[in-house]
């Protein structure tokens, strides 16, 4: 069915996006990979599907651990912009309430890919995570 077709392409697309953005060599800019991140979080918190989720939960991990282990500053900022989004959204009610999965999964998912991206790298991750 038609819906089967758009988490499976959703799916696959966050995977894509992460092997490309993790590529050694491959240099993408401070705004695309920030872009990139947020669509990973529009996606975990407006999808009914759980495996759409969390494919979107895995690429979002992947371009963070990229982003803690980068040597430039602005890539190294970039987590920490995600998680103050999170943090921003789950503190509206609207935002909550809208959120599709149940009981605002994709909240949570946001949290623990952001973490174990932390702890991937082993940089921040006690500043992250007392964000967090």
Request: glycine share 6%.
């Amino acid at each position: 069915s038609n819906q089967v077709g758009t988490w499976l392409l959703t799916k696959e697309t966050c995977g894509a996006v992460s092997a490309i953005m993790a590529t050694p060599g491959f240099n993408p800019s401070p705004e695309l990979v920030e872009t990139c991140g947020s669509l990973f979080i529009s996606t975990l918190i407006s999808l009914k599907h759980a495996g759409a989720a969390f494919a979107a939960r895995d690429a979002l991990q992947e371009i963070a651990r990229m982003c803690l282990l980068s040597k430039d500053d602005e890539l190294q900022k970039i987590p920490e912009r995600w998680i103050n989004r999170l943090l921003d959204e789950i503190g509206s009610a609207d935002k909550v309430r809208d959120s599709t999965l149940r009981r605002s999964t994709g909240y949570a998912l946001g949290f623990v890919a952001l973490m174990r991206a932390a702890l991937a790298s082993r940089s921040n991750f006690s500043t992250l995570c007392d964000r967090i």
